[in-house]
């Protein structure tokens, strides 16, 4: 089969390489489309995603695909079916499995971070991870399933209420999904900070009551227009990962405030954070890693076409493309990339 592989750090190949097999418990699928995440730019660059990686790997966790195999003791599938695949593999053995938290697993795998991925034309995933499509539901709906499932666990974190005052940060491809949810939740009003126009659009024409440059009032990066910031906001969401907009996250909350870091920042970045705010201001400042128990609800809000998610989608790649794009990806102005195999491009169903 063709399949992109990490070969080493910045080192991404289309090559061919052995057809997988299904052991007990696993389906092959043959992979419709695969998503481009941040997270596979960080890997090529030689962070971990969600778990460590050690190359050589197919990358790709944001996959749909059709199961054309079975391996042992597999009842919930069968060959023709087709599925969204949640990427993560928790050992369901470790006090955090056990505990009901098992995206904090001490022994997480994941498709396409430890194990090979959806950059490939074929994949071999547990048959667990599987969700059905629901018919009507595109390929492109089954891969972004996964990246609206991260975004819900997020949601969930934030556990926003009717009513509140939202700013959502960045309004790439996780913002203007955060903004749908928020708006699907009843937050309101929701305002985007946001530098680029097109996307401060998309983020008015999605649901956001107003959006800015960052950079309107001040240069420094926080930079909230005042209006907003007399009281500042019940529910901030930050969607960038660096270190000036997580910074403006924390200097946005208001009282009572609950800030939601979902952007994923440096390892070694650094914000700065006076505790007596935390303390005054009752400030509840979130984390969200991957997508624990969110999946099937990620697959049943794109069958019931909720949200608006393949607009999103600013670049459909062939595999030889993602090649040439990975290793420029973040200047490439890209919103949400898919890799879509050719087969799946013509396919009726999809
Ligand atoms: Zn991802
Ligand atoms: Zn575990």
Redesign the pocket.
């Known amino acids: 089969m063709q399949a992109l592989v990490l070969e080493d750090v910045g080192v991404l190949r289309l090559k061919t390489v052995a057809d997988p097999a299904p052991g007990p418990g696993e389906v092959l699928l043959r992979v419709a489309a695969c998503?481009i995440?941040?997270?596979?730019v960080h890997i090529f660059q030689g962070s971990p995603?969600?778990a460590p990686v050690a190359p050589p790997v197919v990358l790709g966790?944001?996959l749909a695909g059709e199961v054309i195999e079975v391996g042992a003791g597999v009842q919930e599938l069968r060959v023709g079916d087709r599925v969204a695949v949640d990427?993560n593999i928790y050992c369901g053995r470790c006090r955090f499995c056990r505990d009901g938290r098992p995206q904090m697993c001490e022994h997480l795998q994941a498709v396409g971070v430890t194990r090979n991925g959806g950059m490939a034309e074929l994949c071999v995933v547990p048959a667990a991870s599987c969700h059905r499509l629901p018919e009507g539901a595109s390929w492109l709906d089954g891969a972004l399933a996964?990246?609206l499932a991260?975004c819900l666990h997020g949601i969930e974190r934030l556990a926003p209420r009717a009513g509140q005052r939202a700013l959502v940060i960045g309004a790439g491809f996780i913002g203007l999904v955060m903004v749908q949810l928020l708006r699907m939740y009843g937050a309101g009003p929701i305002v985007v900070s946001e530098p680029d126009p097109k996307k401060r659009e998309m983020a008015l024409s999605l649901g956001a009551d107003s959006a800015f440059h960052p950079y309107a009032v001040s240069r420094d990066g926080a930079g909230v227009p005042a209006a907003h910031m007399d009281e500042g906001f019940d529910l901030v969401v930050e969607c960038v990962g660096r270190q000036e907009t997580m910074q403006a996250a924390v200097d946005a909350a208001g009282r009572g405030a609950r800030v939601l870091m979902f952007g994923v920042a440096h390892p070694a970045a650094e914000i700065r954070l006076h505790p007596y705010e935390v303390f005054a201001k009752e400030l509840t400042i979130l984390g969200s890693f991957i997508n624990p128990h969110t999946h099937r609800a990620a697959v049943a809000l794109v069958a019931q076409q909720r949200l608006r998610l393949q607009a999103l989608v600013s670049h459909r790649f062939t595999p030889t493309q993602v090649a040439e794009a990975l290793p420029q990806y973040s200047q490439l102005g890209i919103r949400k990339g898919v890799l879509v195999w050719p087969w799946a491009a013509e396919d009726k169903r999809g």
């Not at 995440?37 to 596979?40: E, Q, S, V, Y």
């Open positions: 998503g995440c941040g997270t596979d995603g969600s966790h944001e990427p996964e990246p991260c």
